[in-house]
């Protein structure tokens, strides 16, 4: 079974534009701006390997649910935002073959995040998000 990749997803966007630059802190590895047929991505550009898959994952969800109108009240911006890092999560992270890595690693004590960040080529957050759906 082949994992979900971001930069296939990326592809198969015919109206999807990456970029790469300077991005503020606040928005953390990345944003998404739609304007008219484009939908143009920017990721910071001196992100790792690892962290621009897991940014290209974040706002590619992002593009797949809609953005939120930038009026949108923080609550639900936050709320969004939650929804869109656990399914970001799953993607990267499928919660079976966790399971089945966790399970397979029984013996040598728990997992920590870095087990999961080296065998999934996530970053940590997104290595925490999808630990947090195994129980």
Request: with cysteine; hydrophobic share 45%.
């Amino acid at each position: 079974m082949s994992r979900w990749n971001p930069w296939g997803a990326l592809r198969a966007r015919e109206r999807a534009r990456l970029h790469f630059r300077a991005v503020h802190p606040s928005a953390g590895r990345g944003y998404v701006i739609v304007a008219g047929d484009i939908e143009l991505i920017v990721l910071h550009h001196d992100l790792d390997q690892v962290e621009r898959r897991a940014g290209l994952a974040h706002e590619l969800v992002h593009l797949e649910r809609g953005v939120p109108p930038a009026d949108c009240p923080p609550l639900l911006l936050a709320k969004e935002e939650a929804a869109v890092r656990k399914e970001t999560a799953l993607r990267l992270v499928p919660l079976d073959e966790l399971r089945v890595f966790v399970n397979a690693r029984a013996d040598l004590g728990p997992v920590t995040a870095r087990d999961v960040c080296e065998e999934f080529g996530v970053p940590t957050d997104v290595a925490l998000e999808a630990m947090r759906r195994v129980a």
